[in-house]
């Protein structure tokens, strides 16, 4: 077994780090203190650094504008990218941009692919997917109430959702509803485009996730569709297929959210290293001179080598068997990671005593943030009850 990575994809590697240490993690205070104003002009600035490098949009195959990275490549950089909370936008393969327009490249007809992917990939507009909705629980989205029904040549939705990352500021949505109510429950609902400047969308609010609003980008909406009239060609894909295109979504996003949460797990390890060796308890004994945060570090490091081996893996697995032959990997990391990467960031803020709990690390982003990846794109319990059955049943066929 091989794990060594190209030389030349290892030297962009080591630019992009450099980049994102140096230009964007003096960004994060903007980000910390919440000065929209000035980050915004501040990102744009930094994305026009990245196009000039050609790194945009790793995630994109080139004909698309972007830099056609194969699965197991793109995890590489998702780890660099994840090291500050601004990498992912700034480079352009930002959730839940990156996961739509893989949609529209996958299913959108040319008119739809000239009027929203184009713009989307070029990083023009920004786009938002809603699917959970507030009545009903996601994790078993088939139980949907948003409804888009028939009427002449339009579609008219009607329906309620919430934490639809990135919404406010959004040029379109990519809608989740049911189209085909009479059809099994797994071939009830379609995705639907719809602009965000439709009368009939609402954007209700930013939801205060512990504590904070958030803004632009950095957000989850909460949006009501009412009466809500689009094009019966804003239709992605084929009625009733929304589902199995959702599933085809986390597929690859999931590696990206993994890949991501192992970059923070890096940083977070070297601030507590580095904190550690500073911070002295008495003159001459550091933090880092007490076992139990030896203990910590060491443990921290352990299990993040642990996580990434298996993400790498199952990038590995899809890029080579496909999505279905990795089903059980994919389930693995995404429990795995997220809680590796919740222990991580809490030993790194235990180490900074009451300097973690504030906004003038990141770390405090990261704990209030990233408590989510346990819950978005399948909680944790979905994960393990779906590959324990699978292991289960494997027994089982033995008998
Ligand atoms: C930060 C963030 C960003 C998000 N972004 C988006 C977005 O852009 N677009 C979008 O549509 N949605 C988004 N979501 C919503 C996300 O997909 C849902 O929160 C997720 O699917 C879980 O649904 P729920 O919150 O309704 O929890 P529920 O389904 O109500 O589940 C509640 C809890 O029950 C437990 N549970 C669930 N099923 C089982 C089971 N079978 N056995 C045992 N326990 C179980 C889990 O612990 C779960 O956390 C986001 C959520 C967060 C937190």
């Not at 000065?35 to 698309?64: I, S």
């Not at 609402?202 to 094009?231: A, K, T, W």
């Not at 139990?292 to 570090?297: E, T």
């Not at 300097?355 to 944790?380: K, M, N, Q």
Request: aromatic fraction near 8%.
């Amino acid at each position: 077994m091989d794990f060594s990575v190209d030389s030349k994809i290892q030297s962009t590697l080591a630019g992009i780090r450099s980049f994102v240490e140096t230009q964007l993690v003096p960004l994060e205070p903007l980000l910390l203190a919440a000065r929209w104003d000035e980050l915004g002009p501040a990102l744009e600035a930094q994305r026009q650094a990245v196009r000039e490098h050609g790194w945009w949009a790793p995630n994109l195959p080139v004909a698309a504008g972007g830099g056609g990275a194969d699965l197991v490549e793109l995890g590489l950089w998702s780890e660099e990218l994840g090291r500050s909370p601004l990498g992912h936008y700034v480079f352009g393969c930002q959730a839940p941009d990156a996961g739509n327009a893989e949609l529209l490249l996958l299913h959108g007809s040319e008119a739809q692919k000239r009027r929203y992917l184009d713009p989307l990939a070029a990083g023009r507009t920004r786009s938002c997917f809603c699917m959970t909705e507030p009545e009903f629980a996601g994790s078993n989205p088939v139980q949907m109430g948003t409804r888009a029904v028939r009427d002449g040549d339009d579609y008219v939705i009607d329906g309620h959702k919430w934490f639809a990352t990135a919404a406010d500021g959004a040029a379109f949505a990519i809608v989740m509803a049911v189209t085909e109510a009479e059809a099994s429950r797994y071939e009830r609902a379609s995705m639907i485009l719809v602009d965000c400047d439709n009368p009939g969308f609402h954007l209700l609010r930013n939801i205060p996730v512990m504590g904070h609003g958030g803004d632009g980008y950095f957000s989850h909406g909460e949006v009501r569709f009412e009466q809500c009239r689009v094009p019966a060609s804003n239709l992605l894909g084929r009625p009733g297929a929304g589902f199995v295109m959702a599933q085809e979504r986390l597929g690859p996003g999931r590696i990206h959210h993994c890949m991501r949460w192992l970059g923070i797990c890096r940083r977070a390890l070297e601030m507590m290293c580095d904190y550690a060796l500073t911070r002295e308890l008495a003159p001459e004994r550091p933090l880092a001179s007490q076992q139990i945060v030896q203990a910590w570090i060491a443990e921290s490091s352990a299990e993040l080598h642990a996580a990434r081996a298996l993400v790498l893996e199952a990038a590995w697995r899809i890029e080579k068997h496909g999505f279905k032959a990795a089903r059980d990997h994919i389930s693995m990391i995404k429990f795995l990671t997220a809680n590796t990467l919740q222990r991580i960031v809490d030993r790194a803020v235990q180490v900074h005593g009451a300097l973690g709990v504030t906004d003038d690390t990141v770390l405090a982003f990261w704990y209030r943030e990233e408590r989510a990846a346990r819950i978005y794109d399948g909680p944790d319990e979905v994960h393990k009850l779906s590959l324990a059955r699978h292991l289960l049943k494997a027994r089982q066929g033995r008998g």
